[in-house]
């Protein structure tokens, strides 16, 4: 069974400051709204377009998306 998501990019956390996935990773652990359970992109891209959030910018989600694809 493939990992969402979520479960995916989690694995990015702990890295420094100036890593944009691990940031993207850290903001989307504290948020407690984020689709944790989809593997879907629309509907995680939609919940980001919505949301707004400077450390989880659309450009570093899609780099992240491409790399889970990937798996």
């Known amino acids: 069974m493939k990992k ?5 990019a989690l694995a990015y956390r702990g890295g420094g400051k100036g890593d944009r996935h691990a940031r993207f990773a850290e903001a989307m652990f504290h948020d407690h709204s984020f689709p944790k359970t989809s593997g879907d992109f629309d509907e995680i891209s939609r919940y980001l377009e919505e949301k707004a959030d400077a450390d989880m910018p659309a450009a570093i989600f899609d780099e992240l ?5 990937e798996r």
């Open 4 to 8: 969402s998501f979520y479960q995916f």
């Open 65 to 69: 998306w491409n790399a889970y694809e």
